[in-house]
């Protein structure tokens, strides 16, 4: 469901001296439905940017990526953008919102998008706020002033309410406590066994286990120059 092969990048700094940064080359990897792989290497190795080629916002310098039917690393921006809304989730790590939408809005947005009527979509919202402990009392404000963690949960649940055929997580569990954490494993294990393709970055160590089928070492993909 979710394809590299052979991608490579380089970043061209610009604003000093033009100098490239080869980050990446020969990075392959399959995600099947119903798996869940997690990318590991250590810090700078290159987990985002590659999460970011899936997700069409870093171009790919060569190679290719696949995800489902689309070749992401060479289609439209119009082709990115149905992809994104249909069939490929991205849970970041910040909530990114427009202000004042209410929470209760935010989270049922991507449903609104694919055309789901506004009931069923708050009703699906409504379901997920609450399994995250998100209480009815803030649905109605802007989720801007939340906290760290009850902003992360809000962009979980927005990021859960449709059933995408494959999914990126960059540290779900991060900054939650123990109960919204097995909340969240939980959706990510529903994810797995309705079939969700699932790529991950996981510094929780004890929630990789617990998910991941296997782990792709990003270092692998490492040019020798930057070694
Ligand atoms: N937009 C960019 N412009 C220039 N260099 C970049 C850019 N994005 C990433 N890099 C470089 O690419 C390399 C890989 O960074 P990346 O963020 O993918 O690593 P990571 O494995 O996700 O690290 P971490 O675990 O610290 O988040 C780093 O050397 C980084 O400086």
């Not at 869940?36 to 080629?53: I, N």
């Not at 060569?62 to 992809?83: Q, Y």
């Not at 927005?158 to 406590?177: I, K, N, W």
């Not at 699932?198 to 120059?225: K, M, Q, W, Y």
């Amino acid at each position: 469901m979710i394809q590299a092969e052979n991608v490579a990048k380089e970043f061209i700094l610009h604003n000093q001296g033009g100098t490239v940064l080869r980050v990446m080359e020969g990075a392959s990897l399959a995600v099947a439905p119903g798996e869940c792989v997690a990318l590991t290497g250590a810090s700078g190795a290159g987990k985002s940017t590659l999460m970011r080629m899936i997700w069409g916002n870093y171009r790919t310098d060569a190679g290719r990526i696949a995800v489902g039917s689309l070749e992401v690393s060479s289609a439209e921006p119009r082709e990115i953008i149905a992809l994104r809304r249909r069939t490929l989730g991205y849970v970041s790590q910040f909530l990114r919102v427009v202000p004042r939408v209410p929470t209760l809005r935010v989270v049922a947005e991507p449903l609104l998008s694919l055309g789901v009527d506004m009931a069923e979509a708050e009703d699906r919202a409504a379901a997920l706020l609450t399994r995250l402990r998100i209480g009815e009392n803030l649905w109605s404000l802007s989720p801007t002033t939340f906290s760290g963690g009850e902003q992360q949960r809000v962009n979980i649940a927005r990021g859960f309410v449709h059933d995408y055929p494959a999914m990126l997580l960059d540290e779900p569990t991060a900054s939650l406590d123990a109960a919204n954490r097995e909340t969240v494993i939980h959706l990510i294990e529903e994810a797995k066994a309705r079939g969700a393709a699932i790529l991950g970055i996981f510094h929780d160590e004890l929630a990789r286990n617990r998910l991941c089928d296997r782990v792709v070492d990003v270092s692998g993909f490492t040019p020798e120059t930057r070694r």
